[in-house]
């Protein structure tokens, strides 16, 4: 189920999925400890002797978010109980503070009394053995804890012009133990039990009681504070109190906005839609983003019922490439502090891993150390590469002298020297590691073209940095991958490149002849020009044989892609469209056009991106090839940097081309 309004800070991360309720609660760290488990934490109401929950299917919804902004502005409307809730909800940008404001609009024709029901369906540190939530007076708050995790609840009424902080009822209950479902339950007659304690699998509920007038509105907000203990929410929830929680939504907004429009660009030459996707796109990968350094790769926990493991991690090849988003759209502060990740965590041997938690530590993998009675490195080698290529690229942007010392020796040389003894000596080319897709072990043409930009990035920085022996022998090793990959990766009779050689195969009768989308990283990072013939006919085709022929449209990831897959009509679905994929075809007509209206295939790519988003503005990493339907993760962090990405190549080459045809 996709996540529609994704809403964060760098440290506290609130997922709201398509019914309007929370599903997900990361803290301390963006992708890391979930207190929610992907459980809905539900929100119904009460009305006429009538309850309903959000998710029932009597409700019509509209999510949106503010106008670049991270403030939600969403409307669920339930018209057999002639009532509308208007939902302004914001992560502070500063506070680790969510502050949902739900107005009322009852639109009946006679004043009702209205009861709102908050639950919250926690387990702190992704379990509930040891949780405890109480009841306390003095601040007439619940509380949820576990050692350094607090969570505050708390609620706020609009009383005649100003917020008063308290609820009418409470309850916490026992969920998952011996028939027990929760406190939830105990709401759906309109009264909680006022329990005032628990412990161990435990959820709660808090109400409060309004009084609408005919056709009228009133407000209410919903808080939450998340701290390592008692004195360090309660000091932010007597801020709130003092202030009221609408400041906290109004500066929350002035910061977003401030945000992302920081840069002066024009992009006139663009529909407004694309531009307005452009923006939230950004704002998007922001709150994907740890303050700490990490860039996580999703953070929608239903993917863990397929997968038993979710994407809330850093893969240091999406890490890199949203990265080099990041530096092209100007937030530099954010590159650096994901080098600086990942010089943290590089090996002494010079490689970065398969995927690290956001607190650095190594994560889950299915890449093994010992194969078929060998010892193998678990790793994809473009995960180290493409790190060096955004630095050089943050470099060149930045002039980022005194940050790229620090890591020039440590992070830079290291990895360069590794990437030089991991190498076949008979072709050149680089030892086996595993695909960007994860599936496959042996050499791959993406890989392989990652490896000569990592050590052309090297190159460039020994250069720079007085090491021009360095620099040479660099230069020297990239030239033999790219002869490589001219001799041993290029199909003679086919006349296009090949995606992989299996472990051991250096002939053509070894070749893996799919058709896969990341045959584009031989041009994409610059080991072959755009319209070098043996490049045009690998992307004809690629365009041929991976175009989903469906009313849907769009790029599969490589033939018979089973990843998700709802179609066995390979013909017509080699596999589902991928944002990225159908977005990448679009820089391939970016960078090879050499005139303007050659740009229009282009512009129909960016198009069909925006064309399935969300209405929200989320991508997802696939989309259903006959529903239209999100598929797998959403948002996926890399479909939104892409889309940047492919935003800003377009922007600039059309200014260019339209200097030169004027």
Same mark, same amino acid.
């Given at each position: 189920?996709?996540?529609?309004?994704?809403?964060?800070?760098?440290?506290?991360?609130?997922?709201?999925?398509?019914?309007?309720?929370?599903?997900?609660?990361?803290?301390?760290?963006?992708?890391?400890?979930?207190?929610?488990?992907?459980?809905?934490?539900?929100?119904?109401?009460?009305?006429?002797?009538?309850?309903?929950?959000?998710?029932?299917?009597?409700?019509?919804?509209?999510?949106?978010?503010?106008?670049?902004?991270?403030?939600?502005?969403?409307?669920?409307?339930?018209?057999?109980?002639?009532?509308?809730?208007?939902?302004?909800?914001?992560?502070?940008?500063?506070?680790?503070?969510?502050?949902?404001?739900?107005?009322?609009?009852?639109?009946?024709?006679?004043?009702?009394?209205?009861?709102?029901?908050?639950?919250?369906?926690?387990?702190?540190?992704?379990?509930?053995? &040891?949780?405890?939530?109480?009841?306390?007076?003095?601040? &007439?708050?619940?509380?949820?804890?576990? &050692?350094?995790?607090?969570?505050?609840?708390?609620?706020?009424?609009?009383?005649?012009?100003?917020?008063?902080?308290?609820?009418?009822?409470?309850?916490?209950?026992?969920?998952?133990?011996?028939?027990?479902?929760?406190?939830?339950?105990?709401? #759906?007659?309109?009264?909680?039990?006022?329990?005032?304690?628990?412990?161990?699998?435990?959820?709660?509920?808090?109400?409060?009681?309004?009084?609408?007038?005919?056709?009228?509105?009133?407000?209410?907000?919903?808080?939450?504070?998340?701290?390592?203990?008692?004195?360090?929410?309660?000091?932010?929830?007597?801020?709130?109190?003092?202030?009221?929680?609408?400041?906290?939504?109004?500066?929350?907004?002035?910061?977003?906005?401030?945000?992302?429009?920081?840069? #002066?660009?024009?992009?006139?030459?663009?529909?407004?839609?694309?531009?307005?996707?452009?923006?939230?796109?950004?704002?998007?990968?922001?709150?994907?983003?740890?303050?700490?350094?990490?860039?996580?790769?999703?953070?929608?926990?239903?993917?863990?019922?397929?997968?038993?493991?979710?994407?809330?991690?850093?893969?240091?090849?999406?890490?890199?490439?949203?990265?080099?988003?990041?530096?092209?759209?100007?937030?530099? #502060?954010?590159?650096?502090?994901?080098?600086?990740?990942?010089?943290?965590?590089?090996?002494?041997?010079?490689?970065?891993?398969?995927?690290?938690?956001?607190?650095?530590?190594?994560?889950?993998?299915?890449?093994?150390?010992?194969?078929?009675?060998?010892?193998?490195?678990?790793?994809?080698?473009?995960?180290?590469?493409?790190?060096?290529?955004?630095?050089?690229?943050?470099?060149?942007?930045?002039?980022?002298?005194?940050?790229?010392?620090?890591?020039?020796?440590?992070?830079?040389?290291?990895?360069?020297?590794?990437?030089?003894?991991?190498?076949?000596?008979?072709?050149?080319?680089?030892?086996?590691?595993?695909?960007?897709?994860?599936?496959?072990?042996?050499?791959?043409?993406?890989?392989?073209?990652?490896?000569?930009?990592?050590?052309?990035?090297?190159?460039?920085?020994?250069?720079?940095?007085?090491?021009?022996?360095?620099?040479?022998?660099?230069?020297?090793?990239?030239?033999?991958?790219?002869?490589?990959?001219?001799?041993?990766?290029?199909?003679?009779?086919?006349?296009?490149?090949?995606?992989?050689?299996?472990?051991?195969?250096?002939?053509?009768?070894?070749?893996?002849?799919?058709?896969?989308?990341?045959?584009?990283?031989?041009?994409?990072? &610059?080991?072959?020009?755009?319209?070098?013939?043996?490049?045009?006919?690998?992307?004809?085709?690629?365009?041929?044989?991976?175009?989903?022929?469906?009313?849907?449209?769009?790029?599969?990831?490589?033939?018979?892609?089973?990843?998700?897959?709802?179609?066995?009509?390979?013909?017509?679905?080699?596999?589902?469209?991928?944002?990225?994929?159908?977005?990448?075809?679009?820089?391939?007509?970016?960078?090879?056009?050499?005139?303007?209206?050659?740009?229009?295939?282009?512009?129909?790519?960016?198009?069909?991106?925006?064309?399935?988003?969300?209405?929200?503005?989320?991508?997802?990493?696939?989309?259903?090839?006959?529903?239209?339907?999100?598929?797998?993760?959403?948002?996926?962090?890399?479909?939104?940097?892409?889309?940047?990405?492919?935003?800003?190549?377009?922007?600039?080459?059309?200014?260019?081309?339209?200097?030169?045809?004027?």
């Amino acid at each position: 189920m996709p996540r529609d309004l994704p809403m964060g800070n760098g440290s506290l991360l609130v997922n709201v999925d398509h019914t309007g309720q929370i599903r997900d609660i990361f803290w301390p760290h963006v992708g890391q400890e979930n207190h929610t488990n992907g459980r809905v934490c539900r929100i119904g109401i009460w009305i006429d002797n009538r309850f309903s929950w959000l998710d029932d299917d009597s409700w019509q919804r509209s999510l949106r978010y503010e106008h670049d902004s991270l403030v939600t502005a969403s409307i669920l409307e339930n018209e057999s109980l002639g009532v509308r809730l208007h939902f302004r909800d914001g992560v502070d940008f500063h506070e680790n503070l969510l502050i949902r404001q739900i107005t009322v609009e009852n639109i009946d024709g006679r004043t009702r009394a209205i009861r709102l029901f908050f639950c919250h369906d926690l387990s702190l540190s992704g379990t509930t053995v &040891g949780d405890s939530a109480y009841y306390e007076p003095s601040t &007439g708050a619940l509380f949820h804890y576990k &050692g350094k995790r607090w969570f505050m609840i708390a609620l706020f009424h609009d009383r005649d012009g100003s917020a008063q902080p308290g609820f009418d009822q409470w309850a916490i209950g026992i969920k998952g133990f011996n028939g027990l479902e929760g406190a939830w339950r105990d709401a #759906e007659d309109g009264l909680l039990s006022g329990n005032a304690v628990a412990q161990g699998g435990i959820d709660s509920v808090v109400a409060l009681h309004l009084e609408v007038p005919a056709t009228g509105r009133v407000s209410c907000w919903q808080t939450l504070i998340a701290g390592v203990d008692f004195r360090t929410v309660t000091r932010i929830y007597n801020v709130v109190v003092s202030k009221g929680p609408l400041l906290y939504l109004e500066r929350t907004t002035a910061f977003w906005r401030l945000w992302v429009n920081k840069e #002066e660009k024009s992009f006139d030459r663009l529909p407004a839609r694309l531009v307005t996707l452009y923006r939230r796109s950004l704002l998007i990968l922001r709150t994907q983003i740890d303050n700490h350094g990490a860039i996580l790769a999703a953070n929608d926990h239903d993917v863990a019922l397929f997968n038993r493991d979710t994407y809330s991690y850093m893969w240091p090849r999406d890490g890199a490439l949203v990265a080099e988003t990041l530096i092209d759209a100007g937030y530099s #502060e954010l590159s650096r502090k994901f080098f600086d990740f990942c010089h943290r965590v590089i090996t002494d041997e010079g490689f970065l891993l398969h995927k690290y938690t956001p607190d650095g530590s190594l994560a889950s993998s299915w890449h093994a150390w010992y194969s078929n009675g060998q010892a193998q490195l678990p790793i994809q080698e473009d995960e180290t590469a493409l790190v060096l290529r955004a630095l050089w690229r943050h470099f060149r942007r930045f002039k980022d002298i005194e940050f790229v010392k620090r890591h020039y020796r440590g992070l830079v040389i290291r990895s360069a020297e590794w990437m030089c003894s991991y190498i076949d000596t008979e072709t050149g080319l680089p030892l086996p590691s595993w695909d960007l897709w994860e599936e496959r072990y042996g050499v791959h043409a993406w890989t392989v073209a990652a490896v000569w930009a990592g050590l052309q990035a090297a190159a460039g920085f020994a250069q720079a940095f007085g090491e021009k022996d360095l620099a040479v022998r660099y230069r020297r090793i990239a030239q033999g991958m790219r002869d490589g990959v001219r001799k041993y990766l290029y199909h003679q009779e086919e006349q296009r490149y090949v995606r992989s050689l299996p472990v051991g195969e250096k002939i053509a009768g070894g070749m893996d002849m799919v058709m896969d989308a990341s045959l584009i990283g031989l041009w994409a990072f &610059g080991m072959f020009k755009a319209d070098d013939f043996r490049i045009v006919r690998t992307m004809e085709a690629m365009r041929e044989r991976l175009e989903v022929k469906s009313e849907v449209g769009g790029m599969a990831r490589y033939e018979n892609d089973s990843y998700h897959q709802v179609s066995d009509d390979i013909k017509r679905i080699p596999g589902n469209p991928w944002f990225i994929c159908t977005l990448w075809l679009g820089q391939w007509f970016i960078a090879r056009a050499t005139q303007v209206r050659e740009l229009q295939p282009a512009l129909e790519c960016i198009e069909w991106a925006a064309d399935h988003t969300l209405k929200s503005g989320i991508m997802a990493e696939q989309v259903h090839p006959r529903t239209n339907e999100p598929l797998s993760v959403s948002p996926l962090t890399w479909s939104h940097a892409v889309y940047v990405s492919t935003v800003e190549q377009y922007n600039r080459k059309y200014e260019e081309l339209a200097a030169h045809d004027g």
